[in-house]
C-alpha cells in the first residue's frame, strides 16, 4: 500500500526492526518516560500471531508512523472486530494525511478479513486524539472503562 511516497506495510516476525523502531515512536509520542521495550522473542511471537495486526507508515526506510491493533472473534456471527491499541505519528510527521492513511489501510485489512467493526479508546482529556478519530470518520461513543488488576507482577 504506497500512498505518496509512504509505504504503510503490515509487519511480520520478518520485521522486528521496524516493529522495535514503532514502539520507540509509540513511547515518544505518548511521552513514556521508559525505553524498555519486549524482548525480541517476545515481539517476534506476537508479530506471529494472525490476530495481530501491525501496521507502520515508513518513509525513506523510517518509521514515521502507525498502529497496532488485536482482532477479537465474535461468538455472535461468522465475524471478528478489531481494537486499536495504540496509534501514533511522529511529531514532525503530523497533519499531513499519515494517520488517515494508516485507518484506511486498516479498514483494507478488515474488509479482507471479515472483521466488522474496529474500535479505539481516547481519552476525553485528549482533544488532539478526539479531534483526529472524529476527523478520520469515527463515531464516538460514551463509556466508562474499567481496569483490574489481575494480582500479577508487571514486567
Not at 131 to 150: M, Q
Amino acid at each position: 500500500m504506497n500512498h505518496e511516497g509512504i509505504n504503510i506495510k503490515r509487519l511480520t516476525k520478518d520485521d522486528l526492526v521496524f516493529f522495535q523502531n514503532l514502539i520507540r515512536l509509540f513511547n515518544e509520542v505518548f511521552e513514556v518516560k521508559t525505553t524498555e521495550i519486549a524482548s525480541n522473542p517476545q515481539l517476534e511471537k506476537l508479530l506471529k500471531q494472525d490476530s495481530f495486526v501491525a501496521l507502520a507508515a515508513i518513509s525513506d526506510g523510517e518509521v514515521i508512523g502507525g498502529i497496532t491493533a488485536y482482532e477479537m472473534q465474535m461468538y455472535s456471527g461468522d465475524c471478528s472486530e478489531i481494537y486499536i491499541y495504540d496509534m501514533a505519528v511522529k511529531t514532525t510527521s503530523q497533519h499531513m494525511g499519515i494517520g488517515k492513511k494508516l485507518i484506511n489501510s486498516l479498514k483494507e485489512h478488515c474488509l479482507s478479513h471479515n472483521i466488522i467493526n474496529i474500535f479505539v479508546e481516547a481519552h476525553e482529556v485528549d482533544k488532539h486524539a478526539v479531534n483526529f478519530y472524529t476527523s478520520a470518520g469515527g463515531i464516538p461513543e460514551k463509556v466508562v472503562h474499567f481496569n483490574f488488576n489481575s494480582g500479577g507482577i508487571a514486567v
